[in-house]
Nanobody, 124 residues
Framework: QVQLVESGGGLVQAGGSLRLSCAAS????????MGWFRQAPGKEREFVAA????????YYQDSVKGRFTISRDNAKNMVYLQMNSLKPEDTAVYYC?????????????????WGQGTQVTVSS
């Protein structure tokens, strides 16, 4: 079955870094755009970053540009989110998602498979 499993979340101080990983199985990974979304308590799920099928194009929410980097390894069926200069407002559950298209998308409706999420907490 199709499965996405996130890892790498945790508690970090403001200004610190974390690297999230997402392991994909049961899908044609190299044909799927991949994305990261997040949801903070009491807020709607929001787009964070996306990467196209080849890794050649990336997309970011404005608030994370220059701090976060999305990447993928099609040989390992993995997608990553390197998060630097973390801020308390980055605190959320982070979700990995696989899109039903090859190009990256900011829209949750374009993603057909979701992971269970990993908690990221940034203390001030």
């Amino acid at each position: 079955q199709v499965q996405l499993v996130e890892s790498g979340g945790g508690l970090v101080q403001a200004g610190g870094s974390l690297r999230l990983s997402c392991a994909a199985s049961g899908l044609t990974f190299s044909s799927s755009a991949m994305g990261w979304f997040r949801q903070a308590p009491g807020k709607e799920r929001e787009f964070v970053a996306a990467v196209n099928w080849s890794g050649g194009s990336t997309y970011y929410q404005d608030s994370v540009k220059g701090r976060f980097t999305i990447s993928r390894d099609n040989a390992k069926n993995m997608v990553y989110l390197q998060m630097n200069s973390l801020k308390p407002e980055d605190t959320a559950v982070y979700y990995c998602a696989a899109a039903a298209l090859r190009q990256g998308s900011r829209w949750a409706r374009d993603y057909k498979t979701w992971g269970q999420g990993t908690q990221v907490t940034v203390s001030s």
